[in-house]
């Protein structure tokens, strides 16, 4: 088995709200991979003392946990109990209903012998090769799919689409949004290879238009995840009329996870 990780911040020195774990079981038999894109609030109130880098820990390494120590558990249902495991934790001295509490979008996948399963949540990617090549993104567009008259404003996005039916949904505090998250199972042997991504590193395909998924695959079997961050990274610097970038911020957390189960 093969396995790369890299996760970079945006910014030096500023915490990194990404989180990423490759697992395999005491067995050696298996293993799963867990990918969190953590939501950076506007300045002001969101009714947590704690931070993002401290929600994605929490709720990231419980995912890690779950995986494995209960294959035969969906994923939808580890993810619901690592969202109850991550709330009880900080509900005593929190306000989870506020719509900024921290939160995150998810990438899980998780393989056996026979089975590879996926799970993806909001708009992180996990991208599935074949063993003839072809590569198939897996995503979750209900964000993409928004008109850009509903993104118009932090408050708007809160009140009327974020955590709600016709919206898009994230991980946060109610574990019932798992039922909502992009499920599926393969057969273990159409698989060859997966690759999770923030959209931090998702840029180098869906911003900057360097390539498509299978070439994404391609550059990270050759060179490596930390290859593909670099990449984007100079790609960034390069963007100083902001042709590509638009409004987005300059530089996002990047987090690349590539298996070869």
């Known amino acids: 088995m093969r396995t790369e990780l890299v996760s970079e911040p945006g910014t030096p020195g500023r915490p990194n709200e990404d989180f990423a ?31 993002v880098p401290w929600f994605t820990a929490r709720l990231g390494g419980a995912l890690t946990e779950l995986t494995l120590s209960l294959p035969d558990v969906p994923l939808a249902e580890a993810l619901s109990r690592a969202l109850a495991r991550t709330a009880g934790a900080h509900a005593a001295t929190c306000d989870l209903s506020h719509p900024r509490t921290p939160q995150a979008t998810v990438v899980l996948a998780r393989w056996s012998a026979e089975l590879v399963e996926y799970l993806i949540l909001s708009d992180s ?18 964000l993409a799919r928004l008109p850009r008259s509903a993104l ?5 996005v809160d009140a ?17 949004v798992a039922r909502r998250a992009v499920t599926g199972v393969l057969p273990r042997g159409d698989v ?21 998924w299978a070439d994404c695959v391609t550059l990270l079997r050759k060179e490596g995840p930390r290859a593909l961050v670099e990449r984007v990274r100079a790609l960034e610097r390069a963007d100083t009329e ?5 409004r987005s911020k300059r530089h996002d957390d990047a987090t690349v996870v590539y298996v070869e189960p």
């Not at 990617?125 to 209900?142: F, K, N, Q, Y």
């Not at 118009?152 to 708007?156: Q, V």
């Not at 009327?160 to 019932?176: I, L, M, P, Q």
């Open 192 to 212: 060859r290879a997966l690759a999770a991504l923030t959209d931090g590193a998702t840029r180098w395909v869906e911003t900057f238009r360097e390539g498509d």
């Open 160 to 176: 009327t689409v974020r955590n709600k039916e016709g919206g898009f949904f994230t991980a946060a505090a109610d574990a019932s």
């Open 21 to 51: 774990s490759v697992g395999v079981p005491a067995s050696g038999q298996g293993g799963s991979l867990v990918a969190l894109d953590g939501v950076t609030p506007p300045r002001g109130e969101t009714g947590c003392l704690h931070s």
């Open 125 to 142: 990617a996990l991208l599935i090769e074949s063993p003839g090549g072809a590569v198939t993104a897996v995503l979750d567009d209900r």
């Open 242 to 246: 902001r042709v590509f970038l638009g």
């Open 152 to 156: 118009a404003s932090d408050a708007l």
